[in-house]
């Protein structure tokens, strides 16, 4: 969990006068530059934060200082300066900032040039041709997020093992991820095995891996391998996660996520201990509830297990669902379909994010011994209903015929499209590595 320092006040630091006054000084060439207009609002609107951030930014390192004269000197110049900081996890929040098109901001790669991508995400094979959601790039308020390098990437993972556990939409981050790096990879120095619940993608010349291993609730239930359709069948076992956790152990970086399998009933049933005496003795408890307790059995496992000089611990946080149009104000809309721009409304929020949740996943990690880096990825990914898989999947293990691909309710809008939303989730998470 990256807590925030508290911000260093403004009297604690001897007061950089210059920058006060160069700051004074670049508001007044901003009012009365003949080229006013050519400012566009949005630099107008970043100029307010930027004179108290400068200020207030705490232990400035030495080659922060040197940036920051060389910033001022281009403030008096006037020419247009980006005042974000370099990405730093405990710095910067990322879950604030707007998403910036531009058709010059182009995937690393595409589902037909990535082999692995299954029928799930791959919306253009699976006929979708509107492409303006692949050219969005998020941009923090407060600092410059990095774009994803495939090369470091891979150099971070030199010898090391990376696993992502957890559900669907973790295996839709896991795809992602082996899609933005596998491009630089020679074809025989790569290979992937899918197994039933563990599958994993090997690059051979860095020694590393990047895994899957399907854990849709993380702890245990009736439900992990073959799937019940119907939620009201479902057990789930809030104490128990040894079982496939013995197989996480010896995993380098994990990240973990659990969500959508919560919310599929408001009440879950619920059962301790073992399998060993049938399903018998469940109890239905609220899903947050029983959301809370699997989080801690998990939390108790990772301090009890991980140790933190080795291994990383990242937590995915709730990727939203978007099926309920009225949300972004779309009142006669169905789902997310046909949805083809992301929600502009600063800090809109849908009924697909549950804040209950949310808390219990904060509260948990604040008692935890090992800190767990949290990918929070649940406020930017709202914006985003036109990321959606849509009509442009499969069900069944077929495709949707074009008659179903009319009907809205087909829409898949809990999975994403890849290229997609979900390597912006892997952008911040190898910013955060
Ligand atoms: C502004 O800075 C640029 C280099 O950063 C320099 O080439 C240019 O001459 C400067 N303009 C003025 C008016 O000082
Ligand atoms: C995109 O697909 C829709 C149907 O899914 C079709 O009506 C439209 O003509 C297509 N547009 C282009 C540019 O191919
Ligand atoms: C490859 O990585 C594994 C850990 O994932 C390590 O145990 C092994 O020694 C490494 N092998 C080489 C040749 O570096
Ligand atoms: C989990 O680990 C055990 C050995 O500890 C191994 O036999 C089993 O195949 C592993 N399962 C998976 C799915 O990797
Ligand atoms: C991790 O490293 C620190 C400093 O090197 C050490 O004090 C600590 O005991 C180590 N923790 C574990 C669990 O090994
Ligand atoms: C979806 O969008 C297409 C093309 O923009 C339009 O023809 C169609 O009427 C829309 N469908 C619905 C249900 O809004
Ligand atoms: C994630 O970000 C949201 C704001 O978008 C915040 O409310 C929430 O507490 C954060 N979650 C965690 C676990 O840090």
Redesign the pocket.
Known sequence: MMMKPPRVGIVKLPLPIIIITVCVLFFMVLLYAEKFSSFSSMSILKFKPFCPRKITKPKPRDDKRVKEEEVGKEVVNSSWIDDRFEFDAEECNVAKGKWVFSHSIKPLYSDISCPYIERQFSCVKNGRNDTDYMHWEWQPDDCILPRFNAELALKKLQGKRLMFVGDSLQRNQWESFVCLVEWVIPQDQKSMERRNIHSVFTAMQYNATIEFYWAPYIVESNSDVDIIGDPKKRIIKVDAIMDRAKNWTQVDILVFNTYVWWMSSSKIKSLWGSFANGEKGYEELDNRIAYKLALKTWANWVDSTINPNKTRVFFTTMSPTHSRSQDWGNM???KC??ETKPVRKKDHWGTGSDKGIMNVVTKVMKKMKVQVSVINITQISEYRIDGHSSVYTETGGKLLTEEERAN?QNADCIHWCLPGIPDTWNQIFLAML
């Open positions: 006669e809309g169905v379909f046909n809205p």
